[in-house]
């Protein structure tokens, strides 16, 4: 039997900045903070008997923060340089998979993606995940 679900997601994430030096180098970045938002789907077919499915999955993303800034000091004694580097992050791309989800018991889940995103400034080469889920 086949089935199509459709997925939103909102994911809030926070990432610390932490400054370090090195002999005549020293860089300071700023924390960043990000707001992603995911629309798409998952179809598929599951498999007999209730053991797993296999499924393709089709998402778009958008980063509506992530803005960061790094600053980066060398001094040799008698002159320092400075370099700025700032990213704008808010951008678009799209996702694209196949997956599989397999029982081995009443509460032991397997599964694997094999996925590619592509978009915007993310350029994502196919890459595979695999996992195992219990539940209780």
């Known amino acids: 039997m086949g089935f199509i679900e459709p997925q939103v997601q909102v994911a809030f994430g926070h990432m610390n900045s932490d400054d ?3 002999d005549n180098y020293s860089v300071d970045t700023d ?16 498999y007999p008997d209730g053991w797993g499915s296999v499924y393709l999955t089709a998402s778009a993303v958008h980063d ?6 790094s600053h980066m000091f060398f001094s040799d004694g008698s002159d320092e340089d400075e ?32 996925k590619t995103a592509d978009g ?5 080469p196919w890459y595979v995940s695999v996992g195992a889920r219990y539940t209780f």
């Open 64 to 69: 509506f923060a992530g803005d960061v800034d």
């Open 20 to 22: 370090f030096s090195v």
């Open 120 to 124: 915007g400034d993310v350029d994502m």
């Open 83 to 114: 370099l700025q580097i700032s990213d704008d992050l808010e951008d678009t791309w799209y996702e694209f998979g196949i997956g599989t989800t397999v029982k081995f018991a009443d509460s032991f889940y397997m599964y694997g993606n094999f």
């Open 31 to 46: 924390s960043v903070n990000t707001i992603l938002g995911r629309a798409g789907f998952r179809a598929g077919l599951n």
